[in-house]
Structure formats: structure tokens, C-alpha cells
């Protein structure tokens, strides 16, 4: 089984000038104790410029808007030989398990860049609408022939990363936005083609990340995640923010409530700030940002420490009780 304490590292590529440099960087990562090390997206991103919303004419080189998936992209790649690209990335992996890091990919099962190849191929496997606000299209599971050549599209993708690459985990993005019939599908595929290939059970760690207004949700995601041999899952350990438009305070349940329902699935990972969900942190300075006046920054600051007052007060309660 994988290890049930998963302390994982995330290498984020751009933080790289290619996989070489990741992998160099995998002694330093093991000797600071880490068992598991993820990398985002690889594959080519989006080329063309985003027609809609704040993104218009933009490339924003998002690692989570596919172009292509059967090339790496330029900003890691080693070669413009895609067999080079493979050996670097077979390296890679071999490097973290003689580390002894678990290396895990991630999977974006619910959206690609509105110039995806696939998009040009395959039509209908996407919905027609633009996804709000990314400039990317949603795959359409909507439809039952349909969702199995999706589903045998992606088969072929994971066996790339899993029997050819070499990884032996999986980060699944935004699984709320995915059917839980395709996950199950495809974990189980995951399950089995690590058996096969390394006879290891595989790291499956799914990202499930609510807004404060979804959050009546996760009882129900829990219920239909519980069977679908999720490994690990993430939890959020920012416990409020500020909601900066509304200028006012809200609140989001506190980590541990959210740790405590999503361990009844699987073990959690400590999730600290996403793109979608700023930490108590980033809300005070983006919102000292909007201030003019240094009486007004006081009064922000003067709320900041209530609130961490309150959050410390709630903490220690519920440790208490426990």
C-alpha cells in the first residue's frame, strides 16, 4: 500500500529551466525528508491567444490548458527529439525512486486549451461553451459513446506517464468537476497498470478544493469518492479569508473540520493556498494593497489579528474536545 503519511514535495516546472534541472534537483528534495515528489502538467501548452473575458489576447501559458498531448513543451523539454524528452523523463522517474521519492504526475481530466489538437480531431468530445473565466473547453461526459473514447484517450495517456515514463502516482486536478463513473474507471486502470509494471500499489491523490459556497457539497463527494480507491486526498489549511470585494470578513470551515470529513475517503495533504483560494495571508496584503491611507491599512491590519485571534481560540477548542 502507499505510505499513509505522504510527506510530497511539489516541483512546479517553471520553477526549472527543464526536466534535467528537476531531476538534479531530487537529492536535495529527498535529504529534506520528503517520500513523494509531483510535478504539474508537462505537456504543450496553449498557443494561441484567449478570445474571452480578462484573458483576451493573451497567452498565459496556464500548464492546465493542454495543447498537445503527445509532446512536452518547450519550457522543459531537453530536445525537440520526443525520444530524447522520453529518456530525460525515464531518468527522472528512476532518479526519485533511487531517492526514495514516489513520482507522481498530474492528470487534468475535466478541461484542455481551446487550441487543443484534440479540439480539431475530436469536436465533440468538448462541450460547446467556453469555460468561464480559463479560456479552456470542458470535455462533454455528458454523452455515453462519447465518454468512452474519452475514457480510452486518457487510458492511453496515463499508460504513457505510468509503463513508458515511469511515474507511479497520479494527481488528479479538480475531481469535483470530473463524473465519479470515469474516476472510478480510471483509478482502477491506475491500480492495475502499477501492479503490472512495478507489482507497487500507486499514490492516487485527488485535488478537492470547495469555495466557501460549495461546501455543502462534501458530504456528497465523500460518499461517492469513498469507493473509488482514492489514496489521498487534499484538505485546506487556510481556515478564513477576506472576501475584499464585499469588503467584509468571511469565514470557510476551519482545516480541521475539512481534514476530518475528507480522512473519512483518505488520508489528506495539507493543501496551504491555491489559485482559487487566497490564505488569510495573501487576502491581508492584497487588501492592505487596496488602501490608501495608513489609518485605513491599521484598520485592515486591526482585523487581521482578530481574525487570527478567533481562528487560534477555535483550534485550540476543538483539540481540546478531542
Not at 285 to 303: D, G
Request: proline residues 4%; contains cysteine; glycine residues 4%.
Amino acid at each position: 500500500m502507499p505510505p499513509r503519511f505522504l510527506l510530497l514535495y511539489n516541483q512546479f516546472p517553471y520553477d526549472y529551466r527543464n526536466i534535467g534541472e528537476m531531476t538534479r534537483d531530487l537529492s536535495r528534495i529527498s535529504s529534506m525528508g520528503f517520500n513523494a515528489v509531483w510535478i504539474n502538467p508537462i505537456q504543450k501548452t496553449e498557443i494561441g491567444a484567449h478570445p474571452v473575458n480578462w484573458l483576451k489576447g493573451k497567452h498565459t501559458g496556464s500548464l492546465y490548458a493542454m495543447h498537445d498531448p503527445d509532446r512536452i513543451d518547450e519550457a522543459f523539454r531537453v530536445s525537440e527529439r520526443e525520444e530524447d524528452n522520453t529518456a530525460t523523463l525515464q531518468l527522472y522517474t528512476h532518479t526519485a525512486c533511487e531517492h526514495y521519492l514516489t513520482p507522481i504526475f498530474d492528470l487534468v481530466l475535466n478541461q484542455v486549451a481551446l487550441d487543443c489538437v484534440l479540439c480539431k480531431v475530436h469536436p465533440d468530445w468538448f462541450k460547446p461553451s467556453v469555460h468561464f473565466g480559463k479560456g479552456c473547453l470542458d470535455f462533454n461526459y455528458d454523452n455515453g459513446d462519447i465518454e468512452a473514447e474519452i475514457i480510452t484517450f486518457w487510458k492511453g495517456y496515463i499508460d504513457k506517464y505510468i509503463l513508458i515514463y515511469g511515474f507511479m502516482g497520479v494527481r488528479v486536478d479538480a475531481v469535483k468537476h470530473v463524473p465519479i463513473r470515469v474516476q472510478r474507471v480510471l483509478y482502477e486502470h491506475i491500480w492495475q497498470r502499477c501492479d503490472e509494471k512495478y507489482k507497487v500499489a500507486p499514490i492516487i491523490f485527488a485535488e478537492l478544493l470547495l469555495s466557501p459556497d460549495e461546501c455543502g457539497m462534501l458530504d456528497s463527494l465523500i460518499a461517492e469518492l469513498r469507493d473509488a480507491r482514492v489514496t489521498h486526498i487534499t484538505h485546506v489549511t487556510n481556515t478564513a479569508y477576506w472576501d475584499v470585494t464585499r469588503r467584509e470578513q468571511r469565514r470557510i470551515p476551519g482545516f480541521l473540520d475539512d481534514m476530518g470529513k475528507k480522512s473519512q475517503i483518505a488520508p489528506t495533504v495539507g493543501f496551504a493556498a491555491s489559485h482559487d483560494t487566497l490564505t488569510l495571508y495573501g487576502s491581508l496584503i492584497e487588501s492592505l494593497a487596496r488602501q490608501e491611507t495608513l489609518a485605513e491599512k491599521h484598520i485592515q491590519m486591526q482585523k487581521f489579528m482578530r481574525i487570527c485571534q478567533d481562528i487560534y481560540t477555535e483550534i485550540m477548542e476543538k483539540l481540546r474536545i478531542e
